[in-house]
């Protein structure tokens, strides 16, 4: 299993790929959100972005990559899902943090395969995290998005939250494991990718 900064490798037909940008792109570290940041590779931030075909009621799961620059943990309160517009919205049906010091490329059902614990109430030690998350949709046929997650956390008595960029697919078919599931669902996660990219503002 590839490390979180190495989680762009492919998994049989399961694809995570990894965007950067230089900083510039999308602006300094905004001291509002607090010391929670987007992870960066070489001085840039990665957005990770994520596709799988499930079956009705399961699970595709996912990663976001944080930074705490903070010397002191800093306590999750809540998670969201972020939106993709135009893209029906997947339902996000649990958070973990990993604890392994792996990532996840992408998997099927919760929990994934990389050990977690439950995000909300975690304290987050200073240095690199990984969030994983599953999402998924109620209808066969039919794909559904989200653009990333909204985290809102505590730091010294003070209320931050900021959203980490994870466009992340739940393609849901009768045979996920279908050529024609895979061509499809691709397709759709690189629509999504694009608006997860304008979102970021990392592209125009």
Not at 73 to 100: H, Y
Not at 155 to 182: I, K
Request: glycine share 10%; net charge neutral; charged share 10%.
């Amino acid at each position: 299993m590839p490390t979180r900064r190495r989680a762009s490798r492919f998994t049989s037909w399961l694809a995570v790929m990894i965007t950067t940008a230089a900083i510039a792109a999308c602006g300094s570290a905004d001291p509002a959100a607090g010391p929670l940041r987007m992870q960066t590779v070489g001085g840039q931030p990665v957005i990770a972005t994520s596709f799988i075909a499930v079956v009705p009621g399961q699970t595709a799961d996912a990663e976001a990559y944080l930074d705490n620059d903070a010397n002191a943990p800093v306590r999750i309160t809540a998670v969201s899902a972020v939106s993709a517009p135009g893209f029906a919205t997947a339902r996000l049906v649990d958070v973990g943090v990993a604890t392994s010091g792996h990532g996840l490329a992408t998997a099927r059902g919760w929990p994934p395969p990389v050990p977690s614990r439950p995000a909300i109430g975690a304290d987050l030690p200073h240095g690199d995290i990984g969030l994983f998350f599953g999402i998924t949709g109620p209808a066969v046929s039919h794909n559904y998005a989200v653009a990333g997650l909204k985290i809102a956390y505590t730091y010294q008595g003070q209320h931050y939250s900021l959203v980490a960029w994870a466009g992340a697919t739940a393609c849901v078919a009768a045979n996920p494991d279908s050529a024609s599931s895979y061509q499809s669902c691709s397709a759709y996660t690189t629509s999504v990718n694009t608006t997860v990219e304008k979102l970021a503002g990392l592209s125009t």
